[in-house]
């Protein structure tokens, strides 16, 4: 454990409360580390909109095999994380080892999803091809025209709501300070971060400051220009309905697809909460549910699952992915002492949620991180682009 230069501060500040800054911030604590938390409402940001598929498999992407052992080894710890945070906080997380079916509705979906199959095969992935019908046979509310599919029994998911509530409990139980208050600026002293300056005026002082805001992470004012970390926002668009009792079961595991270059899918929880996501949009902070965004949902989820018009439509909602230039998280140590940063973790920040707290834990202990993880650190971007930092008015 190491020891705190600040009396009064704490050993880590967490800048930003959204479920990888609450991990981090339980992981620390629970390593002994006086850990502090700076976020006007911690619990929320993007995991209030996040589906919480945890997709290693179904969401592999060509190019990205090492972000695939980083998704892969946070999947194995999921179900000993959500042990041991539900007995640590008293709340249950909505986690559910249900699978996923990713389905092609036409033969350029099929062409797509057999070339995703072949890669998955490629890279060890447990993942089985289905013809139409013994995709209906699994799951009877699929369109007839679905002409085939491949089953991911690995591909779980987990209510991020209800993870971010966990994780705060956990974190408060651990000892966790919590200013729910605005960072105004980060503090530098000499060459090394020395904590934060609250809007509302209040001092922290931290021997060391993990930067874990998500999408906004590049806008904090007082960073030095060399580590402005380079993530930008990616707006998604999610809908959630409500499966009256008489249907259910709708679906039983995740059902997704591309329908026209666009991914939809459909993630039934335990409680009769359907969620339908997500767009992707470049749109900057643009947090708009907009016509056209629920309209395109709508009418890919219809075209796999035509029942879903009956259901009542509870929610819509558009929340952030802070995306960096290789769609992988900024973990660890950045070129100014005391500076460490926890973000940029794009469409996998609830899936890499139990890694990034061990990951981080280790950082801050002075340990070693696990293997997987040593590809990401914020180093690999020498100049950091700061196109997207706001700068504060004269
Ligand atoms: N991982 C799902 C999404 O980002 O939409």
Redesign the pocket.
């Known amino acids: 454990m190491r020891s705190s230069r600040n009396g009064n501060g704490s050993d880590v500040l967490v800048i930003g409360g959204g479920i990888i800054g609450l991990v981090t911030a339980w992981r620390a604590a629970q390593r002994g580390l006086r850990t502090a938390v700076a976020d006007p409402e911690p619990g929320g940001g993007a995991a209030r909109v ?2 919480g ?1 945890l ?1 290693a498999v179904t ?1 592999l992407h060509y190019g990205e095999q090492l972000l695939l052992g980083l998704n892969l080894a946070s999947a194995a710890r999921y179900p000993a994380f959500v042990a041991e945070l539900e007995a640590a906080s008293g709340r249950e997380t909505g986690f559910r080892a249900c699978g996923t079916l990713a389905v092609a509705l036409d033969a350029d979906d099929r062409a797509q999803l057999r070339d995703l199959h072949a890669l998955q095969l490629r890279s060890g992935l447990e993942s089985e091809w289905l013809t139409g019908r013994e995709c209906r046979r699994l799951e009877p509310m699929l369109a007839p025209g679905v002409r085939g599919g491949l089953r991911v029994d690995g591909d779980h998911q987990i209510d991020p709501r209800r993870l971010a509530a966990a994780l705060l409990t956990a974190c408060e139980r651990a000892g966790v300070v919590f200013h729910r208050d605005r960072v105004e600026r980060l503090s530098v002293v000499g060459d090394r971060a020395a904590g934060a300056v609250l809007a509302g005026g209040a001092e922290l002082a931290a021997d060391q400051v993990v930067l874990a805001a998500g999408s906004l992470s590049g806008r904090l004012p007082g960073l030095p220009d060399e580590v402005v970390p380079p993530v930008r926002p990616v707006k ?1 668009q ?1 809908l959630r309905l409500t499966v009256p009792a008489p249907y259910a079961p709708f679906l039983s595991r995740t059902v997704r697809a591309v329908v026209r270059g666009s ?1 939809v ?1 459909l993630v039934p929880r335990e409680n009769g909460e359907l969620v339908v ?2 767009t ?1 949009e470049e749109m900057g902070w643009d947090t708009t549910v907009t016509a056209g965004g629920v309209y395109e949902l709508l009418r890919d989820a219809h075209e796999l699952v035509p029942g879903i018009t009956e259901l009542p439509l509870t929610e819509t909602l558009a929340g952030l ?1 802070p995306a960096s230039p290789d769609n992988a998280p900024l973990l660890g140590p950045t070129a100014l002492p005391g500076l460490l940063l926890a973000t940029g973790h ?3 920040g ?2 890499l949620t139990p890694l990034t707290g061990d990951v981080m834990a280790e950082f801050l202990t002075g340990g070693e991180p696990p293997e997987p993880a040593r590809p990401f650190s914020p180093r690999r971007f020498p100049s950091p682009a700061a196109p997207v930092r706001q700068e504060q008015p004269a």
């Open positions: 996040a589906a598929m997709a969401e998604g999610v991914h899918y996501g997500a992707s992915r794009h469409r996998n609830v899936l």
